[in-house]
């Protein structure tokens, strides 16, 4: 069993920055491939960005890739996303996710724990 609590979120102007962070319970955290999600109002949960349980290994989705980036501090047991030239269309609720073992998928059904969420608000 993992719990997942997401912190850092927060209201940001167009081309500004946040970092998310997630904290876990557990032993084994390097053993589960983290992910992170977001969900716009009115829309569906969308995959943003994975990490290996290593995190040698990252994968972003194709609108975040250059300016997102995923990491991990497996003392900390913490997962991050550190976001740059934030836009509108990033604003959403950010998810913390985790899955236990190697896992490539990008839907969300793949994943077994999850946070609660972050709002991040990107205004214009």
């Known amino acids: 069993q993992v719990q997942l609590v997401e912190s850092g979120g927060g209201l940001v102007q167009t081309g500004g920055s946040l970092r998310l962070s997630c904290a876990a319970s557990?032993?084994?955290?390097?053993?589960?491939?983290m992910g992170w999600f977001r969900q716009a109002p009115g829309k569906e949960r969308e995959f943003v960005a994975r990490?290996?349980?290593?995190?040698?290994?990252?994968f972003y989705t194709v609108s975040v890739k250059g300016r997102f980036t995923i990491s991990r501090d497996n003392d900390r047991s913490t997962v991050y996303l550190q976001m740059n030239s934030l836009k509108p269309e990033d604003t959403g609720i950010y998810y913390c996710?985790?899955?236990?073992?190697?896992?490539?998928?990008?839907?969300?059904?793949?994943?077994?724990?999850w946070g609660p969420g972050t709002q991040v608000t990107v205004s214009s």
């Open positions: 557990g032993r084994t955290f390097n053993s589960y491939t």
């Open positions: 996710a985790a899955v236990f073992g190697v896992n490539v998928a990008v839907n969300s059904a793949s994943y077994d724990y």
């Open positions: 990490i290996s349980g290593s995190g040698r290994i990252t």
